[in-house]
């Protein structure tokens, strides 16, 4: 009898066969296994650092007045420089951290005033992790890119387009060169990322960048979602106010363009924002100033009817371009930068930074009016003036009105901080590159010029709209939400349509005055603020000015 021993070939091909598949879904669990397990170590060791910093910090007694107002650099050892790091070396301040875990061998801390770690870039075991706001997240699998980026943003983080410089702009206004690595930005403590482009000179990181030679400044808006909270369905008024006001801090949720749009209707339900829809893009920078004219050095050098691009500036105590045409004002913007696709502000754009500034990522209240009758940017009602009625107070003095970089300033900025935007509440009223379809008034505009131009850089209101038809209102554009709207009789005698919000004026486009515009007047007092809106006809008025906007893919 023949015993049958071992295997034949084709049994034991069988068997690598077998075991080949085996081994085929096996790996990516078992590598799947480990990358999660390396995550996770990653976390802890940044949120260990962070522990170790706040010891360190504590153990050297330092406070608010001694920390410096820069970044600390992690060593390769670990411990933080507050000075430029060579090789092992430290040019300034070291902090010796001791912690359990992975130590970071590079990256950058930024701390909070009370010696806690507000963000950080750190790379701990060859990977990248982000640690903001007391949560670590792990990022990339290698440490190649140390770009700084905040976990609120959800990746929503500024996109620079050309010739922009990311910086950060201290109390006093000084203007840093900012390290991409660095926290230049910090929506989670409402600290908006700021961005500059020169007229002059070049400057490395580090750099204080003069006044001088700055040509614009602008502040990123990231693409967020908004919650509905009125939905704007209101086609007049009522003659009396409401007893309460029902303005509140709008729900929002950040995220970038290759997450699925939202788009609801209805109270209660989310609503991608439309600013950034339009435009497809993670974000947009807007001018962080009202559109000045370079070289007016009187507020009537300013008004100007004209086009020529090289005239525009957005800086800070400077004169507002005014006295423009629509037409003029919309091919200036759009002639500024093509690269970086500026344009004239749109009603949604404008509504976009309103609700972000009515969130907890900004100011969360109606923003000081800018009353320089002088019409120069970035200024603020001083304390003690009166702004309940209309007109409020206004001028040029000290007591009357200040500057953007003082703590009576700040408060006209959409953070109450410096970082944020100003001049959306009075100084100029604001004309929109937003109009009633068919209507074009006196703006400059006829049916051949704007058909030049891409349907995206108009918002167009229904044909049928008339200064109470709230309900033509585009969601998201600060208009027909900020209802029920009502008729106020003002201390002059005049009578006006007011929002349930902020007492803030609220005329929808329509015939002979089919455009938009926002913001209110230096006068304006209790009318004005950043849910303001009006018609005009589009033509040339000494008080209407505008603003620009990039929208960079």
Not at 318 to 326: E, G, I, P, Q, Y
Not at 375 to 386: L, V
Not at 443 to 464: E, M
């Amino acid at each position: 009898m023949n015993l049958k021993k071992g295997f034949t070939l084709i049994e034991l091909l069988a068997v690598i066969v077998i075991l080949a598949i085996i081994a085929l879904i096996a790996s990516p669990i078992v590598v799947g296994l480990i990358e999660d397990s390396k995550k996770s170590t990653t976390e802890r060791s940044a949120e260990n650092y962070a522990d170790g910093i706040k010891i360190a910090v504590a153990n050297k007694n330092l406070n608010r007045e001694n920390i410096p107002d820069v970044a600390y650099t992690v060593m390769p050892n670990g411990n933080l420089c507050s000075g430029n790091v060579t090789g092992d070396t430290c040019n300034g301040e070291t902090l010796t951290i001791k912690m359990d875990g992975k130590t970071p061998t590079s990256g950058i801390v930024n701390l909070s005033s009370n010696g806690t770690v507000a963000t950080a870039t750190l790379c701990i075991n060859d990977v990248k992790v982000i640690y903001s706001d007391g949560i670590s997240e792990y990022k990339s699998k290698d440490c190649n890119d140390m770009t700084y980026s905040e976990n609120i943003l959800n990746g929503a983080d500024p996109i620079l387009g050309s010739n922009m410089i990311p910086v950060r702009i201290k109390d006093d206004g000084t203007v840093i060169y900012a390290d991409l690595k660095d926290g230049w930005y910090d929506y989670s403590n409402k600290e908006w990322a700021n961005a500059v482009m020169l007229s002059s000179g070049t400057y490395n990181v580090g750099d204080i960048i003069p006044e001088s030679a700055i040509r614009s400044y602008f502040v990123w808006i990231p693409r967020y979602k908004y919650k509905i909270f009125d939905e704007g369905n209101y086609t007049g008024v009522i003659s009396s106010k409401p007893t309460e006001s029902i303005a509140q801090s709008i729900e929002i949720v950040f995220e970038t363009k290759d997450v699925a749009i939202s788009n609801g209707s209805t109270e209660g339900s989310w609503l991608t924002h439309p600013a950034f829809t339009s435009f497809n893009t993670n974000g947009i920078w807007v001018g962080k100033f009202e559109t000045g004219y370079l070289g007016a050095t009187t507020t009537a050098g300013a008004q100007v009817n004209s086009s020529d691009s090289s005239k525009i500036i957005v800086k800070p105590d400077v004169f507002s371009w005014r006295n423009n045409t629509v037409y003029n004002m919309f091919v200036a913007a759009y002639n500024y930068n093509r690269s970086n696709d500026s344009h004239m502000m749109k009603n949604t754009e404008w509504g976009a930074v309103a609700y972000l500034s009515h969130s907890k990522y900004g100011i969360n209240k109606e923003i000081n009016i800018n009353n320089n009758s002088a019409y120069k940017t970035g200024y603020s009602a001083a304390e003690g003036t009166d702004q309940t009625t209309y007109p409020g107070n206004y001028g040029t003095g000290a007591t009357i009105t200040l500057g953007y970089k003082t703590e009576t300033g700040y408060l006209a900025s959409t953070t109450g901080n410096i970082t944020g935007i100003y001049d959306m509440s009075g100084g100029a009223n604001e004309y929109m590159a937003s109009y009633k379809s068919g209507q074009l008034g006196t703006s400059g505009f006829d049916t051949t010029t704007i058909a030049n131009y891409n349907s995206k850089y108009f918002d167009v209101y229904s044909a049928s709209s008339s200064q109470t038809t709230y309900n033509y209102r585009i969601l998201g554009d600060a208009t027909g939400e900020m209802g029920p709207f009502y008729t106020s009789f003002d201390m002059l005698g005049s009578y006006h349509f007011i929002n349930n919000w902020h007492a803030d004026l609220s005329y929808f486009v329509g015939t002979p005055c089919p455009w938009f515009a926002r913001g209110g007047f230096y006068y304006d007092g209790v009318l004005s603020g950043q849910f303001y809106f009006a018609a005009f006809r589009g033509t040339v008025y000494n008080y209407m000015g505008s603003r620009l906007v990039l929208a960079i893919n």
